[in-house]
């Protein structure tokens, strides 16, 4: 019997050790399933400007109200743009013509007056080199007098540079423009177009609408302000998407990973959680800032993780506190 006792007392010790480790073990992996972290809904927010600048004429949305993507929200005075615009038509139909006219070329009664006037210069230099070999005849038999001979020599020449001027014009409309006028009137063209384009655009600037769906928090401006471009009309929190901003310590950084389902509580909706899904898990550490609400000291570092919310609806507002809970049952609990 003496032999048997401490035989059973270390069997006894083994499985007290069995029991409080398997207990160890099991509140590990319950602290580990039930993982809570606090955070905030986060919003993004819009402000809206117009991208040309000028006098507001009206707004058609006040703060709180919901809008749509593709609302109008607000306009210009359009005049100016309008008549900017009429400008810009003008200018392209001026150089589409200026084009057209240099690509066609002279036209052929232009070129058959140049012809003629050849005709005219070649039959006058025939008459002046005539006459002036009339004159060489008279000069050598002692008719007339050297300085006839010069004149007659020199209405020769004259004639002939008046030939060879009608002779090159003739040419040069019957070769048409030369490319680079071409080139330059081509580039004319497509700089009124180009201009032409962004009257159109301006105009069509005037008009502020709604990038998104959401709601309307700041009327920064009231109608016949004069704005410059840029500035700030409208502000719109976005009713997508709506996120929950959170932080982790690093001894729980390995149960946020991106893609895990989360359940997410508020002060207003105690027992009916939103439902959403870790979007992004920040790669560097930092200390947790002071609005954040955990048990855990403040000076602790920590990773910032987003938590994109799926059926966000208008109860969640910007800042709102929200709790969010790691748990297995959080998938079967949303199917």
């Keep these: 019997m003496k032999n048997r006792k401490p035989l059973w007392l270390i069997l006894l010790a083994l499985a007290v050790l069995a029991a409080a480790w398997g207990g160890w073990r099991w509140y590990e992996s319950r602290q580990r399933e039930t993982l809570t972290l606090y955070g905030n809904v986060d919003i993004r927010t819009v402000n809206l400007s117009f991208r040309v600048g000028g006098r507001l004429s009206a707004l058609t949305v006040d703060e709180g109200d919901t809008v749509k993507a593709g609302q109008l929200l607000g306009e210009l005075d359009k005049a100016p743009y309008e008549n900017a615009l009429l400008q810009a038509e003008a200018n392209v139909a001026s150089a589409q013509a200026k084009y057209e006219l240099v690509m066609a070329g002279y036209r052929a009664e232009e070129i058959a007056q140049a012809a003629a006037a050849v005709r005219q210069a070649q039959a006058a230099w025939d008459y002046a080199q005539s006459f002036l070999q009339r004159q060489q005849g008279l000069w050598q038999r002692r008719v007339i007098?050297?300085?006839?001979?010069?004149?007659?020599?020199?209405?020769?020449?004259?004639?002939?540079?008046q030939l060879k001027s009608a002779q090159d014009k003739l040419s040069q409309f019957r070769a048409g423009n030369r490319p680079q006028e071409i080139a330059q009137a081509k580039a004319s063209l497509q700089q009124a177009q180009a201009q032409l384009a962004q009257a159109k655009l301006d105009l069509h600037d005037t008009q502020l609408v709604a990038p998104s769906d959401g709601v309307l928090l700041t009327r920064a401006v009231e109608p016949g302000t004069m704005l410059n471009a840029g500035g700030t009309v409208l502000t719109v929190s976005l009713t997508r998407p709506v996120w929950v901003r959170a932080y982790v310590d690093e001894v729980n950084l390995s149960q946020v990973q991106p893609g895990r389902e989360v359940l997410i509580y508020t002060d207003s909706r105690p027992d009916k959680p939103y439902h959403g899904k870790i979007g992004f898990v920040s790669p560097t550490a930092e200390f947790t800032p002071k609005s954040v609400e955990t048990p855990d000291l403040r000076t602790d570092l920590v990773y910032r993780l987003r938590i994109i919310v799926n059926d966000a609806d208008g109860a969640l507002r910007q800042g709102m506190p929200a709790t969010l809970a790691f748990s297995d049952g959080?998938?079967?609990?949303?199917?």
């Design 330 to 335: 959080a998938r079967d609990e949303r199917r």
């Design 145 to 161: 007098s050297a300085n006839d001979l010069e004149n007659a020599r020199s209405s020769r020449d004259q004639a002939q540079a």
